[in-house]
């Protein structure tokens, strides 16, 4: 089992900034493909980053292309987002996701298997 806890939410004006990080237990991450989801109110849940833990590859949604950027920390088990150019359409609950089964496809989330509980970023016009 991994337990996942986000954290780094906030509100923040458009232009802005903000860093979310998804802390991992339960074991180690090796193999494991790790993900940033977000569902704004009345919206399907939407993919927005991803990386590979072994290897460190990266993917981004073309919504998010060049302003957010997904990272890890080996030594601290964390996932981070770093989010820049905020915009009030980027509004929405940020969740990070887990999966311990290898895929070519990344942006599905009924593939992961393991969920944080969500942390709200809202940007002001």
């Known amino acids: 089992q991994v337990q996942l806890v986000e954290s780094g939410g906030g509100l923040v004006q458009a232009g802005g900034s903000l860093r979310l990080s998804c802390a991992a237990s339960?074991?180690?991450?090796?193999?494991?493909?790790m993900a940033w989801f977000r569902q704004a109110p009345g919206k399907e849940r939407e993919f927005v980053a991803a990386?590979?833990?072994?290897?460190?590859?990266?993917y981004s949604s073309n919504s998010v292309e060049g302003r957010f950027t997904i990272s890890r920390d080996n030594v601290k088990n964390t996932v981070y987002l770093q989010m820049n150019s905020l915009k009030p359409e980027d509004t929405a609950v940020y969740s990070c996701?887990?999966?311990?089964?290898?895929?070519?496809?990344?942006?599905?989330?009924?593939?992961?298997?393991?969920w944080g509980q969500g942390t709200q970023v809202t940007v002001s016009s």
């Open positions: 990386i590979r833990w072994s290897g460190g590859t990266t």
């Open positions: 996701a887990a999966r311990s089964v290898w895929s070519a496809t990344i942006s599905p989330p009924g593939q992961y298997n393991y």
């Open positions: 339960g074991r180690t991450l090796n193999g494991y493909t």
